[in-house]
């Protein structure tokens, strides 16, 4: 077998997206989302319109978008592109949170036209078989993260990873409070009472990675790395543990630059909240931490550190489907155990064989191609994917490794990707007589159940 064969979405069975249970919208892509809104802090409500430029890949007498039902949609109109003629006839809000839009007439394949939805109310986070997720009210604010499938609970979308977009988001609200949101900030317009700001996102996003973050926060300057602006936003009282904590940010963002090739993004920014959380997480060109993880002593240094390599391995490299989420969190994982291979001389393979050995104390039933919702954030998969990083780092050895690293990351920047990218890649920089052994390391570690032998050169 000369090289791994790419499953193409349009081929797999069914139209329900087996992880979240959501239903998949057919028929377009939507290429660009306008946000543009309203947030009032005390009483947690969000109003305004978002305009979603569309593109159709089949005839559409309808389409269905991703909306929670907890906010109230008031109008929804559109506008044909280059003489199209597009109209909406009705639309209605299901339970399943689906807004379902109908046409005066069928729109033909390849028609570029926009939707503009106006809406308002709460918003609420979504609850999902992992807890609650997206947009949440704060103590002190709001903040969204939405992985896997959150993004619907503050803006109608197609809310699925592979349906990468470009967003302009405009958040209005309360003074004292800033508003920090993915991309890079365009523009502020300051009132007697509010302050609108604009975020523009220029790179292809999936909508789980798009987050806005409102609190009173501080800026605190953290240097730059490889040419790249690093910046933390939070509280004043957090200043200097802060400060103190992720005083390697910068250091870091220019070692994976060097492993994995330019990083993606303008800029890296983190956001410190004042409210604690269970876990950081990832987004577009920034990092979320609750105050629990700026606790002045770099307890949580390699979730820094694993963060921060998200943004080549989930955001800009994005996977398609969930069920190759190992692709995310695998090497994520495995970037923690190179950022203290380099800054303190421990060797990756110490901890590598730390957690092997965890490992071989837990249940041998998850499968890393396809784990199932149940199992898509358990701590097995983060090991054991960092684990197979690491065979497959000493099968190719380091110079041809981190070059394949540095070939897959260039040639899938910004885009989606499947296990057949990464090995395909790997192949091209490994000796054909060892093809077969990268063949079984992939059935191995990827499509069985049983743990394998613990690596060795």
Known sequence: MSSFTRLRTTEIPG????????????????????LDLTYRVMPNHLSGTATLDVLSYLPLQQLTLDFARTLTVRRI????????QVKVKKFRHRGDNKVVVLFDREIPADTEFSLAISYSGNPQPITSRWGEIG??????????ASQPHGAHSWFPCDDTPDEKARYDIRITADNPFSVICTGELVDTQRNNSTTLWHYR?????ATYLASVQIGEFSTIPLGSGAGVPV???????L????????????????????????????????????????????????????????????????????????????????????????????????????????????????????HY??????????????????????????????????????????ADFFAALRDYARRDRHGVVEPVDLF????????????AELDELRSAWLLALPLPPFPTA
């Open 77 to 84: 109109t559109a506008q044909g592109v280059g003489g199209a």
């Open 239 to 354: 200043r200097q543990r802060v400060l103190h904590d992720f005083a390697d940010q910068a250091r870091m963002l220019e070692f994976y630059a060097e492993l994995f090739g330019p990083y993606p993004f303008p800029a890296y920014r983190v956001v410190i909240t004042a409210d604690q959380l269970e876990i950081p997480l990832e987004a577009h060109g920034l990092s979320i931490f609750g105050a629990n993880h700026a606790d002045g002593h770099k307890t949580w240094e390699r979730l820094i550190a694993h963060e921060l390599s998200h943004q080549w391995f989930g955001n800009s490299l994005g996977v398609a489907q969930w069920d190759d989420i190992w692709l995310n969190e695998g090497f994520a994982c495995y970037c923690e155990w190179l950022w203290f291979e380099h800054s303190t001389g421990t060797p990756a393979e110490h901890y590598a064989r730390e």
């Open 201 to 205: 996102v220029q790179e292809p996003m």
């Open 357 to 398: 050995r965890g490992l071989q104390q837990k249940p041998q039933d998850l499968l890393l191609a396809d784990p199932g919702p149940q199992h898509m954030f358990d701590d097995r998969l983060y090991k054991r994917g960092a684990v197979f990083v690491h065979a497959l780092r000493l099968l190719l050895g380091d």
């Open 424 to 435: 395909n890649i790997l192949r091209a920089h490994l000796a054909p007589e060892r093809h």
């Open 231 to 237: 910046t933390a936003y939070a509280p004043a009282a």
């Open 135 to 144: 947009w949440e009210e704060t103590d002190a604010g709001a903040l969204v």
């Open 15 to 34: 139209t329900r997206d087996r992880y979240t249970g959501v239903d998949f919208n057919l028929g377009f892509h939507i290429r660009h989302y306008d």
